[in-house]
C-alpha cells in the first residue's frame, strides 16, 4: 500500500474524449500497461465508462474512457452521449484528444461546444504526432488555441510511447490532493464479466471487419471457477440484429466463431491468471440498439449514470 500519510498525495478523475478512432483506447493501454479497453481500428467499439487506475508513489490517476462523443442517430447513440456528457461533469480534469493527421474535422467543433457547456479543465491532447512532420503542429494548435482556451497542450504518440511521462507529470500537477482510490495493483474497477465480454467483442469485430457494423452486443450468461481446478468455464452469447450477420461472425463450417473463442481465451485467460474453458453462441435480435429493454440486458444501463 502506498503511504497515504503523505500531504502531498494527489488523486483524481480524467476523463478521456474525442471523435472515434483518435487513439483513446490505445492511450489507456499504454498508460495502464494491461489491455483492459477495447483496442479496434473499427470507431465506436468502447461503450461504457472503462477506468484505468495509474498509481504510483506520489498519486493515482483514475481515468474514464467514455464513448466518443458524436450526434445520436438511434436510442443506443442517445444513451452514449448522457453518458459522456454526464462524465465530463463528474471528473476533476478532461482530456480531449485528436488526431494530429487527420487535423480539425466537423467532430471536433461538435465536442468543443460541449465542452463549452462544462466548466471541467481541459488539456488537448494531440496524438499521432508520430504520423505528421513536427512543423504542422504549430499551426495545429493554433487552430484549436482559436476555439477553447485549453489549460495544457501536449502533443503525444500514444502507439511510439512520446511525451506520456511529460503528460502524465502535467495530470498529476493539476489534480488536487487526495486519497488513494483503489489499491495498487488494480487497473480497473469494472466486473470482470464485462471486460471478458469486451474482449470477446473486440475479436468478433477484429475479425469480421467491414462485413458486421457495430450492431453487436456480447452477453455472458456464466462465468463459473471449476472446483479444486485452475479453470474458468464461460458461456457467452453473441448478439447480432440480422441473420445475414449471424452467418459471418459464424462462418464457413464455424471457422469464424472458433478463432473469436481462440482468440479471446489467450486474452481472458491473461486477465484472470487461470485456464479458460469457453463457449460462444450466436443468436440473432433485431434491431436490439432501439430497444430499451434489451440495451438494459446488456449493461448500459441509464440509471448507473
Known sequence: ??????????????????RPNVGKSTFLNRVIGQKIAIMSDKPQTTRNKIQGVF??????IVFIDTPGIHKPKHKLGDFMMKVAQNTLKEVDLVLFMINAKEGLGKGDEFIIEKLKETSTPVYLVINKIDEVHPDDLLPLMETYKALYPFKEIVPISALQGNNLEILLDQIKKFLPEGPQYYPADQVTDHPERFIVAELIREKVLHLTREEVPHSIAVAIDSMKKRENKDMVDIQATVVVERDSQKGIVIGKQGKVLKEVGQKARVDIE????????????????????????????????ENEY
Open 270 to 301: 491473461a486477465l484472470l491468471g487461470s485456464k479458460v474453458f469457453l463457449e460462444l453462441w450466436v443468436k440473432v435480435q433485431k434491431d436490439w440498439r432501439n430497444k430499451q429493454s434489451q440495451l438494459r440486458d446488456f449493461g448500459f444501463n
Open 55 to 60: 498509481t504510483q508513489d506520489d498519486a493515482q
Open 1 to 18: 500500500m502506498h503511504n497515504q500519510t503523505n500531504t502531498n498525495y494527489k488523486s483524481g478523475f480524467v476523463s478521456i474524449i474525442g
